[in-house]
Structures are given as structure tokens and as C-alpha cells.
């Protein structure tokens, strides 16, 4: 079954909130916002400029494991300098395969250089979990006759 939808209509409808922290704060305050907003991943971003993605993934193995202080350790120094990023064009299937083929969780949705949001597995996930629904749904319909036949 074909995936169908774009970025830009997951992120209309789960809104366009963008949790971030900057490249200077401590991993420990990252982690800290992470709890407090119930998300796993953070934007980096110096002023306007996103710099990276930092996620509990980041901290357990760039810090718990490697025994650092999460309070004395700068973002900057765990955040990786590659940015995988979608744009509000993107196809839902687009950014299965990116997400999957780059073991990441989470995508900056981007315009240009501009931030318009953040969208997650469980997103795509959501997605498509609610378009197999209504699809199911029109089908059934069709079935038992509810759509007027030409």
C-alpha cells in the first residue's frame, strides 16, 4: 500500500511547536526540557540557525555511557554536524525511508534556512495508522452501498 501525504499536512495538523536549546546550554538542561515538554529530541539552534538535533539516544550514549557529567558537558560537544532535514514537500514515505535508511528518529522540517517544525516517527507512524483508517473506512462504505454508484 502506497503511503500518501506531505510533511507540510502532518505539521498543520499536529501544529508547528519547536522545542530547542542552544549549542552552549549543558546536556543536563537539554535533558531536563526534553522531560518537561515529553519529547525525545531537541533542536540546537544558535538564534535563528539550526545547528543539529540532540535526543535521548545522544545523551546515553555520547554521555551516560561514556561516564561525562551531563551538567558539565556543552550540547555542542554531543550534537552531531550532520542535519538531516524534510521540507513541508516531503512525502510521509519520503521521510520513512530517510529516517530508516539514516537510523534516525526525528526531522527539522525546513523552508530554506527556516524552521517551521520538527516531526517524529510516531508522527509518520500516526499518519499513516489514520489514513489506512479512512481508507478501510471508505471501502466499507463503498461495500455496503453507501456511495452512489454512476
Known sequence: MKISG????????????IWSIAPDATVFDAI?????????????????????VITERDY???????????????VREIVSPQIHAVTPDHSVEECMK??????????????GEKVLGIISIGDLVNW???????TIEQMEQYISGGYPTN
Not at 37 to 52: F, I, P, T, W, Y
Not at 128 to 134: F, L
Open 6 to 17: 506531505h510533511v507540510g499536512s502532518i505539521l498543520h495538523h499536529k501544529g508547528h511547536s
Open 32 to 52: 531536563k526540557l526534553m522531560a518537561h515538554k515529553n519529547v525525545g529530541a531537541l533542536l540546537v539552534m544558535d538564534g535563528e540557525r539550526l545547528v543539529g
Open 60 to 74: 546515553t550514549r555520547k554521555v551516560a555511557i561514556k561516564g561525562k557529567s551531563s551538567k558539565e558537558t556543552a
Open 98 to 111: 530517510l529516517m530508516t535508511g539514516n537510523r534516525i528518529r526525528h526531522l527539522p522540517v525546513l523552508a
Open 128 to 134: 499513516t495508522i489514520s489514513a489506512q483508517s479512512a
